[in-house]
């Protein structure tokens, strides 16, 4: 929380992705990472943002593949 608001509000999200439970973490804004995490808090890849959009292309297939989306956790303040 003592990190500067981000707009969008960043949010983590969880889903079922090949057989596990992973963390999404967006992105807060424009051509940046978003990060995807296994149950552990190892970072799998980095499925969308940069400059492509396309993230870092090791888990191409997450948009298609994920299932079971659930909120875990967004930021409450308002930017």
């Known amino acids: 929380m003592a ?3 981000a707009n969008p509000p960043i949010r983590i999200m969880s889903y079922e992705y090949n057989g596990q439970t ?9 051509d940046n990472f978003s ?3 296994d149950a ?5 890849c980095q ?4 400059i492509t ?5 090791n888990c191409a ?6 299932t079971n989306e659930q909120l875990v ?3 409450p303040r308002q930017k």
């Open 3 to 5: 990190a500067k608001v």
């Open 22 to 30: 992973v963390y999404f973490e967006s992105a807060p804004c424009c």
């Open 35 to 37: 990060t995807l995490y």
């Open 40 to 44: 552990k808090g190892v970072v799998l």
């Open 47 to 50: 499925p969308d943002g940069g």
């Open 53 to 57: 959009g396309r993230g870092d292309g």
């Open 61 to 66: 297939d997450f948009e298609k593949k994920r």
């Open 73 to 75: 956790w967004q930021d």
